[in-house]
């Protein structure tokens, strides 16, 4: 069983940054891909960015590329977004995905990934 639980969420002004924190527990955490995903107005979940189970392949959505980079650190039990440029748009609820042990590489696909934080607000001033 592995549990996440997402940070570094907040008020920023537009054009700032900010770095997402998922801290997981459990010993399988390392051994599965984790991604990144952001909540739509329509409730449904918009994929962000996804590294493999090690963190030496990743892959991005179109919506963020080119503003985010996707990093985790197993010594640690964490995964992290950075996101470069924030725009008013960029405002909503960011949610942690981890997949299931051995399910190492990275995928956009929700219904792929196992475990889900609560999700870190994110604010993007004018």
């Known amino acids: 069983q592995v549990q996440l639980a997402e940070s570094g969420g907040g008020l920023v002004q537009a054009g700032g940054s900010l770095r997402l924190t998922c801290a997981a527990s459990?010993?399988?955490?390392?051994?599965?891909?984790a991604g990144w995903f952001r909540q739509t107005p329509e409730n449904d979940r918009e994929f962000v960015a996804a590294c493999s189970a090690s963190g030496r392949s990743s892959t991005y959505g179109d919506s963020m590329r080119g503003r985010v980079t996707i990093s985790r650190d197993n010594d640690k039990n964490a995964v992290y977004l950075e996101i470069r440029r924030l725009t008013p748009e960029d405002r909503t609820v960011y949610y942690c995905?981890?997949?299931?042990?051995?399910?190492?590489?990275?995928?956009?696909?929700?219904?792929?990934?196992?475990?889900w934080g609560q999700g870190t607000q994110v604010t993007v001033s004018s």
């Open positions: 995905a981890a997949r299931v042990q051995e399910r190492r590489a990275p995928t956009p696909r929700s219904w792929e990934y196992d475990y």
């Open positions: 459990g010993r399988t955490f390392s051994s599965g891909a």
